[in-house]
């Protein structure tokens, strides 16, 4: 199948830059030194291109992405990195499942849920899931005593992510890293689990980095001059032409948009509708041509889509189902 | 089923809102005078209830929601408000079906689709689709020279939707209506479409109203003053607390953002991660208690759920698919 046979809008992943991500993170921290989180492309097929490159242990946002990756056969270490009270579809997966805890709620919903091992979840800056650091120690002792086995600690630095200084960045990380040793030293266990994309290269404290954005990118972190490439891209038919404006058929639900517009080289874009994106192009475009957009925030754009097509130029190589879409 | 049994994030809607909602729109413009466009809720369970009230002609803004209504039965007069090159799909359709077509290349697109009945897309002020005013009648005499029935015209007010001042919306709605008419006297033939919600008591041209939002409702709209009730949320369950925020679990994969954040009753919100919503409440919360969101955009938010749930109060009466997703 070529593009050309494809109906849009539709989600493109260029083979070559595909293959240039994930070699160039499984080189810079081969196998279990990254635990790729699944939650930036929500694809069983793109998972196991992951574990083919030396990464077999993953983190996950959702029980349906934990779900998803145990029916896959992926399940041999899933961490569920974040908090959740209703455990009972955890417990029958057929996996190794450890959760992240933060307070005794969770705790004891890890307990009734038949959960066996935990992270203590750890704030390190991040307004959002976490203890603070200091009763993280605390906080392991009452799982242990509770039954649980705390393989030791997480704490995502997201707040330091998109950082362009990077000296700056790499300052930031550090500061927040020495919270999570700290807590580390008080809860024990051989896991520090933390980073991401932004992160990957400068947090010399995690034992490992929870990045997912690398394989696929967006405009937001590829300001940020990583090694890593645009892989992900939206194909779109141009729909309308006017005299200074043209309109092409992706839109509000085709794109994440918390981050913005979604860019298109050569041209500008004014504004996007749900199924339009109005744009000025330098040079005229034709009703029917193809264009493609970069989105602005990868993770959100792959949850409105049911496929991932890979494609080296103009052929379509395989078509992924997004099978860990919905909660 | 209780709302307590729901898995979360969950989108609900208040039956005795959504009967307010389609009730009063009813009363206001019975039977085709109102349009109801399907891509606000992307679900037929909830068209079949707006045809209930007397609106069985519909509009579309996808192939796939063209598929989908006229597969439910309710393709009595479809008419797919959008410009569109790749028609194969439609031609096959079990409903009567119209398009709108503004340029040479889509009413090509139309007779190649074996479409038989158009309408003239104007533009009358949003930078979208759309010909200029003074171009609609040569392309509808085209149109018919190429064997087409031209019904009409349409043309979206879009950029006059959400004006605070009625006043001044009125002014900027009866003048984009003049361009509308004056396409109109040089098209002919019996339909007029345009307006939406924010415009359906003020615009006085169209013949038909293509409103959705208004049987759901969004913060955005409803900060207009209009007789609908915000009958959509987002339930969701706190899962972390922390001294100064609490987290819930309804973040970017459940709600659309290009309107900016949700509402809660009692709190501020802060900020939303892929997973997660970060708010400071006026009085504390406690994990594993329900909170409900309002999202700020109706249409991208149903795009990313399954199912809508219709509750009483904690009572779940129907749990509805939003089976239109997707192209």
Redesign the interface.
Known sequence: MRIHDL???ALLVEASDLDHNLATMAEALPGPRLRPHV?AHKCTALARRQATQGHRHFTC???REMEGMAAAGLGEDLLLA?????TKRLAALDARVTVAV??Q??LG?AVAGGIREVLIDV?VGL????C?PEQAGALADRARAAGLRVRGVMGYE?HLMIVEDRQKQAQGVADAMAELARAHADVGGEVISAGGTGSYDVNRVATEIQAGSYVLMDTAYDALGLPFRKALSVLA?V????E??S?A?CG???L???HGNPRIEGARV?F?????V?FAPEAPV???ERIRLWPA?V??TL????RLHVVDGEQVLESWPIDLR??
């Open positions: 109906q849009t809008p939650k946002a959702t029980v974040n908090e959740v009270l209703d933060d307070s709620a969770t919903a704030n307004p959002r899931c976490g603070p997201g038919t729909i309308s032409v006017s200074a404006h309109v058929d509000l639900k085709a994440g948009m918390d004014w996007c509708s749900d199924e339009h109005t034709q009703p029917g925030h993770d959100p949850a409105y889509h049911e919905g909660w």
